[in-house]
């Protein structure tokens, strides 16, 4: 078991986003993360990285409890790779730099073999002609492929994506999705919060479908979309189709 | 109208003197400026830190500094601090202190405020990748705000430039007090200030071109 969450709870103030998610994601699966705007999807893939700070509970990822005092978080955070909505590419740094901050800084690996993982990055998301350009230069479905290679640079034993096709004009959304499509195929534990039901249908193990701050419905895709046991969930799937 | 004749040849005479004040300012503006951008990097990311009380000392150095004059500033350091310490600080040593004491503090508003410009995703990308607290400011938001820093810098350059001219009254011999020197054997007013002026003029536009040059660079990417 990969991630562990236990009974946890997120308040922004007064306001409870989370109330007492439980889940468990085994090395290897996709989970898709359904549900509607405020639901507090991206809110718990943000607190599995950190990002948020969680009020109450326990998140355990790869052994380590992350919230524990004794933990390094930027060992953990390397571990768990993060693609935001936005990109969030480093717009000063050319793309091959944007990939290869991570291996020479966190992993303290050398130029020359920085150099090497971020052309091999760069190829599998189909960029490698790219290397040599600022961010700015770059079309949405390009920045965002970056941004999935800056990730697996280091090389993580999960990969979190926000929302990752959300900001993208409709047609550089298929590409985006490819690569993601090509890293569940190589067997990456990937945690995945959209609103492309087609890609959750298609390739995740498991659909877990979040309302209100909580796990209303979970299970393989046929029965989540197919065949939906909740009223909330059937509310929701009507809604999206 | 009176019969004033503007003489040339005065302005010529003046010129070499009034280049060792000139040389002095720039002496006392680049090395008070270089040591200003230190403190004011100091104390603008210290506003930025989540501990209380390392903010609160920003807050004091920033408030006291940019609410009393220059010129009581180094007033203060020339005359008032060696009473206490009971040992001389020079003209020269004064002067670049008052500088860099004065520069950091508005440099230090700069500094704060470049940096909180950065978008925050920057920084949760960074953060995302494993990179220390430290190590993220340094190669992720830093670059980023520094080249929104350049032309409040610019500014403030300027501004610290012009402010020598105050030193007069600690008597370091910078562009303006030598011009003061010129007129007390010469009483050449016109000529002497239009010089001094002309020479100020140049050095600011040096500046600006230079700022701009540097923020066109680094606005390629």
């Known amino acids: 078991m990969i991630i562990q969450i236990k009974d946890l709870h997120k308040y922004?103030?007064?306001l409870e986003v989370l109330k007492g998610i439980n889940l468990e994601i085994?090395?290897?699966?996709?989970?898709v993360i359904i549900g509607a705007s405020g639901s507090g999807k991206s809110t718990l893939l943000r607190c599995i990285n950190k990002l948020e700070e969680i009020t109450s509970g326990q998140i355990i990822v790869d052994g380590h409890d992350i919230n524990g005092k004794d933990v390094n978080i930027n060992e953990i955070r390397a571990e768990t790779g993060m693609v935001f909505q936005q990109f969030n590419l480093f717009p000063h740094k050319t793309v091959l730099e944007n990939v290869t901050l991570g291996p020479l800084k966190v992993r303290k690996m050398n130029s020359a073999e920085a150099k090497k993982i971020g052309l091999q990055l760069l190829e599998k998301v189909g960029l490698s002609e790219k290397a040599n350009v600022y961010p700015a230069q770059l079309s949405g479905g390009q920045m965002q492929r970056v941004a999935i290679a800056?990730?697996?640079a280091l090389n993580p034993k999960v990969m979190l994506f926000d929302e990752p096709t959300s900001a993208l004009d409709p047609e550089l959304v298929g590409e985006v999705l490819e690569v993601?499509?090509?890293?569940?195929?190589?067997?990456?534990t990937m945690i995945v919060v959209t609103h492309e039901m087609g890609f959750a249908r298609e390739v995740a193990d498991r659909v877990i479908f979040i309302d209100k701050g909580v796990i209303e419905e979970e299970g393989p895709p046929e029965q989540i979309f197919d065949n939906p046991q909740n009223e909330r969930t059937k509310a929701f799937l009507a809604k999206v189709k | 109208m009176t019969d004033f004749d503007f003489k040339t040849e005065v302005i010529w005479e003046s010129i070499p003197i009034l280049m060792s004040g000139l040389?002095?300012?720039i002496i006392i503006t680049a090395s008070g400026l270089l040591i200003g951008f230190f403190l004011g990097a100091f104390f603008g990311l210290l506003k930025l830190i989540k501990f209380k009380p390392l903010r609160y000392i920003a807050n004091i150095y920033i408030e006291t500094i940019r609410g009393t004059p220059i010129m009581v500033q180094v007033m203060f350091i020339y005359f008032g601090l060696p009473m206490a310490l009971g040992m001389r600080i020079n003209p020269l040593t004064s002067a670049i202190s008052a500088i860099a004491i004065n520069s950091g503090a508005y440099i230090a508003e700069i500094v704060r405020g470049s940096v909180q410009s950065?978008?925050?995703g920057q920084t949760e990308a960074g953060r995302s990748i494993g990179l220390t607290r430290m190590q993220n400011m340094l190669y992720v938001v830093w670059p980023q705000a520094f080249r929104r820093m350049i032309p409040p810098l610019g500014n403030q350059f300027i501004i610290s430039l012009k402010d020598t001219s105050l030193f007069?009254?600690?008597?370091?011999?910078e562009l303006t007090r030598t011009g003061q020197e010129i007129i007390a054997t010469n009483f050449r007013a016109f000529e002497v200030w239009t010089t001094v002026a002309i020479m100020y003029l140049c050095i600011t536009?040096?500046?600006?071109?230079?700022?701009n040059f540097l923020e066109y660079r680094l606005g390629l990417r």
């Open chain 1, 12 to 14: 922004f103030g007064d």
């Open chain 1, 26 to 31: 085994e090395a290897g699966e996709v989970v």
């Open chain 1, 150 to 152: 800056r990730s697996l």
């Open chain 1, 180 to 188: 993601m499509k090509q890293l569940a195929n190589e067997g990456m």
């Open chain 2, 23 to 25: 040389k002095l300012t």
């Open chain 2, 118 to 120: 950065i978008d925050k």
């Open chain 2, 168 to 173: 007069v009254v600690i008597g370091v011999g």
């Open chain 2, 205 to 211: 536009f040096v500046i600006s071109k230079a700022l």
